[in-house]
C-alpha cells in the first residue's frame, strides 16, 4: 500500500511532516434514492473511497466536513461507516467526522460515533503526530446556516491555550468564507467575528471545510482556510451565479500537506480518464541516483 519512499531531496523542501485526506459532503440517504432524483449518492461516495486507495498512501487522517447524509437518518450514517470503516482501517488511519447543516446530531453521535444520542454539538480533538486537528460542529439545529454557541468557542479557546508542536488544523462545515453564490450567502456561518476572535493568537494554521459543493479558498482571520467539493454532486459554476446549480460532475476531494511552514491543499480529481505513463516509481528511483547537477540537466534544460 505505501508507495515508494523517496530517499533524495529533489528540491528545497523536505517530504511533508503530516498528510490528510479531505473530502466532503457525501449526502448518503437511506436505501441509496437517487438525492433529487438525479445523483446516486452511494456510487459517487465509493468511486471517491477507490481514489483515495490508489494513491497509495497511508494519511496521518482521513476527515469527512460535513452533510455526511442527506436526512439525518440512522441507517444512512450505519451505511457510510461500513463503506469507510473498512478503507480506514486498510490505511490505518483515524476518521474525523464533522456534521453538517444536513445531519442531525442524535442519530450521528448513535449511529456513527456509538455515543448518547443527544442535540450536543459534535466536537473533538486529535493528536496526529504532534499536528492536533480540531472538529466543531456548525450545525444548528432545526435550520441550514452555521453557527457556534458560547459553550463551544469557550471549548475551543481552552484547547488552544496550549501549542501543538505542529500546529493546529480547524475543521468545520460552514467555511468562515464569503460565496459569489447568493445561495450561500443565505446559508453562511453567522457572527464569525466570534469565531476570530478565539482563533486570535493562536497556533491555527488552517481551516477545512465543506457546504459549498465547490473547491475554493480564501483567508480568515489571517488563516488560511481550504474548501472541499461534495463527493454526492458539485455545482456547475461556469453559469451566471444566479443560474448555478448541481451537476453529476467534478467530484473531487483534498490531499493536504503538512510542512513545518506551509500547508497545501491539491485538488485530486474522481475521473475515469486516459493518464500518460512517463513518469513511475521507477523513473523517481532512477532519477534519485544522479547527482543534483545531472538531474537539473537531464530534467530541466530545455531541448
Known amino acids: 500500500m505505501e508507495a515508494p519512499v523517496q530517499s533524495v531531496q529533489f528540491g528545497q523542501y523536505p517530504p511533508a511532516r503530516r498528510t490528510i485526506v479531505h473530502l466532503s459532503d457525501t449526502h448518503l440517504l437511506a436505501g441509496n434514492p437517487p438525492l433529487g432524483g438525479r445523483y446516486d449518492t452511494a456510487a459517487n461516495l465509493a468511486r471517491t473511497l477507490e481514489a483515495v486507495e490508489a494513491l ?22 450505519r451505511v457510510l461507516r461500513a463503506a469507510v470503516e473498512p478503507l480506514a482501517a486498510r490505511l490505518a488511519s483515524p476518521v474525523i467526522w464533522v456534521a453538517g447543516n444536513h445531519d442531525e446530531r442524535p442519530a450521528l453521535r448513535r449511529d456513527l460515533l456509538d455515543l448518547e444520542p443527544t442535540e450536543e454539538p459534535v466536537v473533538g480533538a486529535w493528536d496526529l503526530g504532534g499536528l492536533r486537528l480540531v472538529a466543531l460542529d456548525t450545525s444548528v439545529p432545526g435550520w441550514h446556516h452555521g453557527d457556534l454557541d ?40 453567522r457572527d464569525q467575528g466570534r469565531l476570530a476572535a478565539a482563533i486570535a493568537g493562536s497556533d491555527v494554521r488552517g481551516i477545512l471545510g465543506g457546504h459549498l459543493h465547490y473547491s475554493t479558498s480564501g483567508t480568515f482571520a489571517g488563516v488560511p482556510v481550504s474548501v472541499a467539493a461534495a463527493t454526492c454532486y458539485t455545482m456547475n459554476l461556469a453559469r451566471p451565479a444566479s443560474e448555478v446549480n448541481g451537476m453529476d460532475a467534478g467530484q473531487s476531494f483534498h490531499l493536504v500537506h503538512v510542512y513545518d511552514d506551509t500547508i497545501t491543499h491539491s485538488v485530486v480529481p474522481v475521473v475515469d480518464a486516459v493518464t ?19 538531474r537539473l540537466e537531464r530534467f530541466s534544460r530545455k531541448r
Not at 496550549?162 to 468564507?177: D, K, N, Y
Open 56 to 77: 497509495g498512501i497511508r494519511p496521518d487522517a482521513i476527515v469527512f466536513t460535513g452533510d455526511l447524509t442527506d436526512l439525518g437518518e440512522p441507517e444512512a450514517y
Open 150 to 189: 458560547d459553550g463551544q468557542l469557550s471549548w475551543l479557546r481552552s484547547v488552544l491555550s496550549t501549542r501543538a508542536p505542529l500546529g493546529t488544523i480547524l475543521a468545520l462545515h460552514h467555511p468562515p468564507l464569503p460565496s459569489h453564490l447568493p445561495l450561500f450567502d443565505i446559508l453562511e456561518l
Open 276 to 294: 500518460a505513463d512517463y513518469f513511475s516509481a521507477e523513473w523517481i528511483e532512477r532519477m534519485a541516483r544522479l547527482t543534483p547537477e545531472a
